[in-house]
């Protein structure tokens, strides 16, 4: 049985006692086990601090932008080996699987090219100097620097290659070191990239350490300096934000939760027009890309109340087409969910909005999958609800099922109650608005932006060079309101944010200078 | 007896049962009271939401910067009422008193001035756009809207006037309603100048009230759209931060707490020079300026070894001609502090110090106040304390003593040391730094940066136009990181992120640029 060890304070270690099993969710077989029991979580957190932190703080923005650079480039070089990985213990289609891989490569890439940018800079300079005396000799800036901590990154099951990549990315390009504990379920494919980092000396000692299983007493080490970056589920986020130790230190902490993305069809939009197959493509691919397990997947739809049928109809003859089966079989294009759990949590889920909904395509998800051992594997088939009354169908807007599940809602045709349908969710990473309709798209968007980190415009000139509204971009905001955790990741330099002491400094113009020279 | 009322839901309330007196702290007499038993905290917030937000929502930041502008005004008419009014109730001598009264209207004219910079718009963009596609076509931008709920602003006893200004300035320009809690015990002040915007309908109904008394429940109505922003205690900070409706739903909070601010005197100021004076002269206004009362005043400061008795003659002989008594009798310069709790705290601060360092000046604080009634008032006099060894005087890092007490530890001439003890504090609001070097100032800026929100670098050349780094000014950020909270208030445009949605909008080129015109 292949055992995963930690890389913490310079050296792999495998923990003792009682593993946990890593499966492949098609088949249930096990493919490699890990523990943590007995690992010096406190000395891994001080080696990050004591060794990464000035080794990284050492270096100017092009330096650390050729670290990342380099990570990419080790992520690009092993992508098959990568992909069969993903394939085999995420339940991800090859398609599924490169979304993650190359996710993760491009967003190192992006932030590599953001540190050439930067240059030989070491402090970054926040908005223009003002003066705060009678003359300008005496002035005021603003900087901001390396938090001289670690940054602990606690990611999600669903993106083992990419929630490594975005976070550090971010991370080293600010400064700081990382510490990276993927979900212990799918950790294959993450310890395998930080297996390549470490084998091939890419980083400085110290910068990016990975904790393969359980967190242990981790998190309550964590400093005023240090930081805590968060994706997953809305009920673990409240126990890591109530930690004594980081709310009495302050600990930063940016969570990325639950979210309940919702899409919203726009009245102008006729069927059969550019506009109408976008929406139509985006709904079925966020429902079935990663089995649904997506943060950003679109769970509601809004469609104007006299176009429920043909929408209905028109996803529904889209979900047919889709082979749900092991995504290392030809012609698949839906593996199972990622563990046991999630299939059970599916299930609830569907459960519950099928007593607020009615059924339009698959039920209640079951699926007989294409060549699996009979009884085997984690399945749920593609599900369609509608609700006749969007307000009274209260589950649909409370509870996000974490699978290939979306639910269709009517709305009366106006943005303004599109809008106070979408914020039911209670704040959001991703909506998106399919619209060519010039007002119509500026009242949707102001609608949606006070409860949402992202808004995607879906029209006819862009149809052709969209991704969706589920892909998340390195130059773009990820993060959202409430619900969604009221965190913010990405967005180019404002990912850094996190990871950097803002700092104002007055005082002499000529001192002020000598600052960054 | 006066009795003082609540501004909630558009109108005054008074609350049922026991009433708390607010005194005059010189001479223990009762100026007035007040109760917020049986007030409907929950209605308060959404009177608010529904009608303050939309109201302020739906002006242009030009028209929010001319009700800030309104308020400033009225702040200035009434400034010789006021003025009484902090004297009696905060133990304010007339300069303490001019220093919170002037600073509110300084800060609300200064966002005044930013609301009449954006003019004509509702939507804040935030840096440049990006392309998001093969073609410049497809596009992404990142906007900043007003978030749709009610901010709550928790104030601290200290700056009655300030405190419900530079929050109010921010938020309202913002475009969200505020309302405003004072500590109870000095709530004169604020009560004050809230009845004066109500009595003139300086603002739309339902944008500003006031929670004149306990809070109540009233932070447990908080969602996922509020904001609250904190000024106090650490204590009360975690117990803030650890409510279940704050946590579970995300909400937005800024703590402003305790922060051990530094001063430290580069090695090569010379006794007698322009960054001597200018040291010696912030050192004591720190300390003595609201009876030490300001969350930004220096408690550490650092010498260079050699140096240690030089500074502490020169502070002691400056120390030595305050007159300590009545705020309200002539020629006094130092009032009480303004409560009996916070003499106790203070008077028990000394203690835990004296155990760890050596009397300079002022003992343990006992003084026979002038132009007070016998054994009336709460006062303590300047307490200077020095100690030997900077590291094993743990109690002056971690225990800030809210009074008109500092201590001065010795380093080794480097910034590097410097640094290193001033990081023993945990996060601090301001560090000063006396030099005329350059080397040094650059070295010692970077030091301090990542541990504090703002760096204050005094000199030769700028020492006759600077107001000391006691003095928060509206156009750079105030606030600091671990102990000092983690927060960010002010800083011109930077004010007002905490009460925005940042959202990040991609779409068709032509479609986005409809959104803001």
């Known amino acids: 049985m292949k055992k995963l060890a930690s890389y913490v304070s310079g050296s792999w270690v495998e923990g003792a006692g009682a593993a946990r099993p890593l499966h492949n969710p098609a088949t249930e077989e096990v493919l490699a086990e890990t523990s943590t029991k007995g690992v010096d979580f406190a000395g891994a957190l001080s080696h990050a601090r004591t060794r990464g932190g000035p080794a990284l703080r050492g270096l100017t923005f092009a330096e650390r932008g050729e670290?990342?650079?380099?990570?990419?480039?080790?992520?690009?070089?092993?992508?098959?080996?990568?992909?069969?990985?993903?394939?085999?213990?995420?339940?991800?289609?090859?398609?599924?699987?490169?979304?993650?891989?190359?996710?993760?490569?491009?967003?190192?890439?992006?932030?590599?090219?953001?540190?050439?940018?930067?240059?030989?800079a070491k402090v970054l300079i926040d908005g223009e100097p003002v003066q705060v005396g009678r003359t300008a000799r005496y002035q005021g800036i603003h900087i901001r620097v390396p938090r001289q901590g670690v940054a602990v990154h606690v990611n999600a099951f669903n993106f083992p290659?990419?929630?490594?990549?975005?976070?550090?990315?971010?991370?080293?390009?600010?400064?700081?070191?990382?510490?990276?504990?993927?979900?212990?379920?799918?950790?294959?494919?993450?310890?395998?990239?930080?297996?390549?980092?470490?084998?091939?000396?890419?980083?400085?000692?110290?910068?990016?350490?990975?904790?393969?299983?359980?967190?242990?007493?981790?998190?309550?080490?964590?400093?005023?300096?240090?930081?805590?970056?968060?994706?997953?589920?809305?009920?673990?986020a409240r126990t890591l934000r109530a930690l004594d130790n980081v709310i009495a230190r302050s600990v930063p902490v940016n969570i990325e939760a639950d979210s309940l993305n919702a899409a919203v069809l726009g009245p102008d939009v006729a069927p059969g027009s550019e506009a109408w197959q976008l929406f139509c493509a985006d709904v079925v691919r966020d429902m079935t890309q990663k089995t649904g397990q997506k943060c950003t997947a679109i769970r509601r739809v809004f469609v104007p109340a006299g176009r429920m049928d043909e929408v209905a109809e028109a996803l529904s003859e889209r979900l047919a087409t889709v082979v749900v089966g092991d995504p290392a079989a030809k012609g698949v294009g839906m593996g199972p969910v990622s563990t046991a759990d999630q299939l059970r949590d599916v299930r609830q889920g569907i459960e519950r909005l099928a007593a607020q909904t009615q059924a339009v395509f698959g039920a209640d998800g079951e699926v007989t999958p294409t060549a699996v051992p009979a009884g085997k594997g984690w399945f749920v088939g593609p599900v369609l609800r509608r609700a006749a009354d969007a307000r009274a169908a209260t589950a649909v807007h409370e509870h996000e099922v974490f699978g290939p599940v979306s639910t269709l809602l009517p709305y009366d045709d106006s943005a303004a109650d599109a809008a106070a349908l979408v914020a039911l969710g209670e704040g959001g990473l991703v909506a998106s608005a399919y619209t060519d309709d010039r007002d119509f798209a500026r009242d949707i968007v102001l609608g949606l932006a006070p409860w949402n980190g992202r808004v995607y415009l879906g029209s006819e000139k862009m149809a052709a060079q969209s991704m969706g509204p589920g892909t998340v971009l390195a130059t773009l905001l990820h993060g959202g309101p409430g619900r969604a955790g009221g965190g913010e990741e990405l967005g180019g330099l404002r990912g850094m944010e996190l990871y950097q002491q803002r700092t104002a400094v007055q005082g002499d113009k000529g001192l002020l200078k000598g600052l960054t020279e």
Chains 1, 2 share one sequence.
Request: hydrophobic share 50%.
């Open 161 to 236: 290659a990419w929630g490594l990549g975005e976070k550090a990315a971010c991370a080293i390009l600010a400064g700081m070191p990382v510490v990276s504990k993927p979900a212990t379920a799918t950790a294959l494919v993450t310890h395998r990239i930080v297996e390549l980092v470490i084998e091939r000396k890419l980083l400085p000692e110290g910068a990016l350490s990975i904790v393969t299983g359980g967190a242990g007493d981790l998190l309550t080490h964590l400093g005023p300096q240090d930081v805590l970056a968060f994706t997953g589920s809305s009920q673990t």
């Open 67 to 120: 670290l990342l650079q380099a990570m990419a480039g080790a992520i690009h070089d092993a992508r098959e080996e990568l992909i069969a990985l993903a394939v085999a213990n995420g339940g991800n289609t090859r398609g599924d699987a490169k979304f993650d891989i190359d996710g993760a490569s491009a967003t190192l890439a992006a932030y590599a090219g953001i540190g050439r940018e930067l240059g030989s």
